[in-house]
């Protein structure tokens, strides 16, 4: 079992930022095989978006959605424990609950459209509020 937790949402103004932390832990030998990293997000009334992915082995590429590109950086941590998404220049339309999504398959990472329910393991969810 692979247990995902996001932290670091909160409430900022327009133009603010914010740095989200995603998790993957688990004692099951295939926690150790995760490649691909997603953030997406739901709003309200709206359908889930994915936001960017990583790929956590070789070259490490991403991808990003039209919309948070040349705003948003998805990384990984040195120690390799942990996958930031680093939101600058936020705007109202930003807000959403954000979540994290993990998978062992590294073709998921090709396409940041991919629809997250492929993912085999997701998180809870951080909310981020931005106000205008």
């Known amino acids: 079992q692979v247990h995902v937790t996001e932290s670091g949402g909160g409430s900022v103004q327009a133009g603010g930022s914010l740095r989200l932390s995603c998790a993957a832990t688990?004692?099951?030998?295939?926690?150790?095989?995760?490649?691909?990293t997603m953030w997406f997000r739901q709003a309200p009334g709206r359908g889930r978006e994915g936001v960017a992915v990583?790929?956590?082995?070789?070259?490490?590429?991403?991808s990003y959605a039209d919309s948070v590109k040349g705003r948003f950086t998805i990384s990984q941590d040195n120690d390799k424990n942990s996958v930031n998404l680093q939101m600058n220049n936020l705007k109202p339309e930003d807000s959403a609950m954000y979540y994290c999504?993990?998978?062992?398959?590294?073709?998921?990472?090709?396409?940041?459209?991919?629809?997250?329910?492929?993912?085999?393991?997701r998180g809870q969810g951080t909310q981020v509020t931005v106000s205008s």
């Open positions: 990583i790929y956590t082995e070789g070259d490490g590429s991403t």
């Open positions: 999504a993990v998978d062992t398959r590294p073709w998921l990472c090709m396409d940041v459209a991919v629809d997250p329910s492929e993912y085999n393991y």
């Open positions: 688990g004692t099951d030998i295939v926690a150790r095989y995760i490649r691909c």
